[in-house]
Structures are given as structure tokens and as C-alpha cells.
């Protein structure tokens, strides 16, 4: 019997190979040279991030299906790497100090980072399911392990627990739904798929329908949309804050170019279906996170709710199933990178070790002790509330924009309501650092090289994207999968 091996495209995936060769080789570094400073563990990890986004660039305009179609070079996949290897750059240069300061700055944690955004590449470029899943597995597992990495911490190894429970039992959903695709249609690929469904018409078949149920069920899960969401504020509150910054931006955009790859190229023909599915999710999303994040008073959890209400704005540009929509997906991801990792950078900064503060009414006369601090701050609670001048009032903008084209006013109009909802509790950070007497003394800020890097990108991403927009647009408009 001949067995043929299909061919090996090692460029379409040279990107990922030398991602995850910095991953080894941080590993295996820090195991046989002890004597060897964390922090350049660190540094060794950002630059090959930065090296990864120039290779990644030289792709740009390319459309490459390799290894037998399951994965494919795209501008879509392209631009969500980008969004993955801005947010792990962040997320290091965050690290490097924190790491230190709260006795966990082991090498491993570098290379758990590097592995999780490995699994994130996978992911966005998965052009079947099977790969998909290998990508999302390799993503879990990372994420799970540095939800507990403060290992003497019950409130961490709470949350890596849960992280666990809750990936375990979506990824039974979501192979449950791969299983009943791949037995209706006979294939996981996703091309494939959408081509039976087309030309077979089965756009009723019990199995495809039941496993698209099950999809968006998996999918929930991992993008915490409610009614999936229950633990996913207990594991950001209790993952080290350098994770939570983490779990929050490329993990979960990984997540959506997921959503949007399977549903848009397999399962559009069913749109009529699952498109009442995802406006009722999106609805439920941003109202229950909105709702219940003015009532916390600890600013991790606060922010855990606040992640879930923009992932049902998310949602509503799903539900459009439109080239506008996807683009400003696309867009509005890249904005919440820099805006959410910005906030989490100045909790960072302000915390020390056995006492983190992360109390709302910690922040109190922020602005009179730390006042550039207190302005960064603002800087990011006003983008994330959606006013303008700043990114996040952009993205919502051309969200909102997407679902009203698309003739989804009322879907519009709770969206708009939900973001004035969320003005609430994003100023009553700032009214608390300005216009409240402190209520604990300030230990002066030692602000590392790096975490001062850190806050200038994301300030820079959060204003400069708010003001000039168009090019970013632009390139999200050319990277979408519907013509």
C-alpha cells in the first residue's frame, strides 16, 4: 500500500515555528542556566515577538492553503496575528516587573505565553476544524496553568481550577458539534462544509443544525458570552494580573476569529438560523455584563464584567453577517487591546506585593498624589466608555454603524443604551481618583523602563486610533472573508 505525504509548506507557518522554537528555547534555558536574570527571559521572548511581526508583514496581500487545506495565510488570519502578537508584547513588557514583585518570576511563564499565542496563530488560521481545535487546545492549556501560576494563592488556584472546569466542559460542546458536522457533511473542513450545505441544500438537516447549536455553545464559552460566563469573573479576579490582562485580549480574540471563520465561510447559508441566536446572546451579553459590573467594587471584576459587555458588541457585528460588520470586528479587537491592557498596566503599577489594591476606593485621590498616572487611567476609562476622541468611541461607532446598515436598529438601539449604561461605573473610577480623599498612603511608584513602554503604546494605540482611524479600517475592510 502507497501512502502519500502531502507537501509541507514551512513558510506559511514559519511564523508560528519560530514562535514556538522562542517557547522551547526559553524553556530549556531556563532550566540549565539557573544563574540567568528572569528578565532576560523576558526580553529574549519580546524580541522574537517583534521579529515574528515582521515575518508575519512580508505575508501581508497572500493567500496560501497548505497542508492539505487545513490551514491557510490570509489577510484575515493576518490581521488577527498582528492583534495576538501586539497584545503578548504588551503583555510581557507588563510582566517583566510584576513578575518580580509578586515572587513569581519563574522562566516558565514566558514560555506559557509564547505556547498560548502559538495556539491563538493556529486558531485564526485553521481552516479546518480539527486544526482549529488543535490550536484551541494548545491555547486552553497554557491559559489554564497561568490562571494559577501564584501557586501559594487560593484565589489563584481557584481560578485555574474553574478555567479548567469551564474550558473542559465547553470543548465537549464544541466537539460534540464537530462530530455531528463532520457525520452530516463528511468532512471538518471549513470551505468544504459551507459547499455541501450550499449545494446539497441542507439547510434543515436535524445533525447540521444541532451541531451549529452546539458550536455556539462551545464558542459562548470561550468568548464568555452570557449565559456562559458564570465563573469567567472569578478566574480574572483571581488569575496574577499580568494573566488577566492576557486572558482578556488575544485569548479572546482568537476566540471571535474563530466564531467568524466557521460561521461566515460554513454555516452562512444558515444564517437566518443562528442569527437570532447570536442577537439574543448579543442582547443578554452586554445588558447582564453592563448591569452587574456597576455593582462591583473590586476594579478586576469590574473590568471581567465590563470584557463580557463588549463581547456582546462583538456579537452584534456578528449578527450583521456583513463586510462592514466583520471589519469592524476586526477593528474594535485591535482598539480593545490597547485600551483594556492600558488599564490593567496602571493597576499594575499601583499594586504592591500582599496588597495588589485593587479595591475601587483604593484609587481615591489618585489624581492629587499620581497625577499623570490618574490621567493615563482616564485616558483609557473614557475609550473604554466610548467617548470620543478616543478608539473605543471608533469602534463602537462603526459597530453600531454595521448593525443599523444591516437593518438591525433595535439591536442598535440597546447597544447605544448599553454603552451610556456603561459610562457609570467607567467614571466612577475617575471621579474616585479626582474628587474623593484618599483613603490609604501612596508608596512611591517605581515604574520600570519596560511598564512605562508598555503605558506609552497603549496610550498611543488608544488616541491614535481614535483620531486616525481610516488606514487600520481600511486594512480590516481588505482582511474580511465576505466579499
Known amino acids: 500500500m502507497e501512502i502519500t505525504v502531502p507537501p509541507f ?73 498582528f492583534i495576538f502578537l501586539i497584545s503578548t508584547a504588551i503583555v510581557i513588557l507588563m510582566s517583566v516587573t510584576y513578575l518580580r514583585q509578586e515572587g513569581i518570576n519563574y522562566g516558565e511563564y514566558y514560555t506559557l505565553i509564547l505556547f498560548a499565542t502559538v495556539g491563538m496563530m493556529l486558531m485564526a488560521g485553521g481552516a479546518d476544524l480539527i486544526t482549529i481545535f488543535l490550536g484551541l487546545e494548545i491555547m486552553s492549556i497554557s491559559l489554564y496553568v497561568l490562571a494559577g501560576f501564584r501557586r501559594d494563592r ?49 439547510y434543515s438537516n436535524p445533525m447540521i443544525i444541532m451541531g451549529t447549536c452546539l458550536l455556539i455553545i462551545g464558542f459562548g464559552f470561550k468568548t464568555a458570552s452570557v449565559p456562559f460566563h458564570k465563573w469567567a469573573p472569578d478566574v480574572y479576579q483571581g488569575a496574577p494580573t499580568s494573566v488577566t490582562a492576557f486572558m482578556s485580549a488575544g485569548p479572546k480574540a482568537a476566540a471571535f476569529a474563530v466564531f467568524l471563520r466557521v460561521f461566515l465561510v460554513s454555516l452562512p447559508g444558515l444564517e437566518t438560523k443562528w442569527s437570532v441566536i447570536l442577537w439574543v446572546m448579543s442582547v443578554l451579553t452586554m445588558t447582564v455584563g453592563n448591569v452587574v459590573a456597576i455593582t462591583q467594587t473590586n476594579i478586576k471584576r469590574m473590568l471581567a464584567y465590563s470584557s463580557i459587555a463588549h463581547a456582546g458588541y462583538v456579537l452584534m457585528a456578528i449578527v450583521t453577517a456583513s463586510s462592514l460588520g466583520t471589519a469592524s470586528i476586526l477593528f474594535y479587537l485591535l482598539v480593545y487591546v490597547f485600551m483594556n491592557l492600558g488599564a490593567f498596566a496602571v493597576i499594575m503599577v499601583l499594586g504592591k506585593k500582599g496588597k495588589e489594591n485593587l479595591q475601587i476606593d483604593d484609587y481615591s485621590g489618585l489624581g492629587y498624589k499620581h497625577p499623570v498616572l490618574a490621567i493615563t487611567m482616564s485616558i483609557f476609562m473614557f475609550s473604554l466608555a466610548g467617548i470620543p476622541p478616543f478608539a473605543g468611541f471608533m469602534g463602537k ?48 511608584l517605581s515604574l520600570s523602563p519596560f511598564i512605562i513602554l508598555a503605558l506609552i503604546i497603549t496610550i498611543w494605540g488608544t488616541i491614535h486610533l481614535g483620531i486616525f482611524p481610516s488606514r487600520i479600517i481600511e486594512f480590516a475592510q481588505e482582511s474580511v472573508l465576505l466579499p
Request: glycine share 6%; aromatic share 16%; charged share 10%.
Open 9 to 81: 509548506d514551512i513558510k506559511s507557518i514559519a511564523p508560528i515555528i519560530l514562535v514556538t522554537i522562542t517557547g522551547i528555547v526559553v524553556l530549556i534555558t531556563d532550566v540549565f542556566l539557573k544563574k540567568l536574570p528572569k528578565e532576560t527571559l523576558g526580553y529574549f521572548s519580546f524580541l522574537a515577538v517583534l521579529i515574528t511581526g515582521v515575518i508575519i508583514s512580508s505575508q501581508l496581500g497572500t493567500t496560501v492553503y497548505s497542508f492539505s487545506n487545513t490551514f491557510v495565510v490570509d489577510d484575515f488570519s493576518i490581521f488577527f496575528n
Open 154 to 202: 487560593l484565589d489563584s488556584n481557584e481560578a485555574s481550577l474553574k478555567y479548567f472546569l469551564l474550558g473542559a466542559f465547553s470543548t465537549c460542546f464544541l466537539l460534540y458539534g464537530i462530530a455531528l458536522l463532520y457525520g452530516a457533511t463528511g468532512t471538518t473542513n471549513i470551505n468544504e462544509i459551507g459547499t455541501f450545505i450550499t449545494n446539497n441544500h441542507a
Open 397 to 444: 461607532f462603526y459597530i453600531f454603524s454595521s448593525a443599523i446598515k444591516s437593518g438591525y436598529i433595535v439591536l442598535a438601539i440597546i447597544g447605544v443604551i448599553n454603552s451610556v449604561i456603561s459610562v457609570y461605573y467607567y467614571l466612577r473610577v475617575t471621579v474616585v481618583m479626582y474628587m474623593k480623599q484618599p483613603v490609604r498612603e501612596f508608596a512611591p
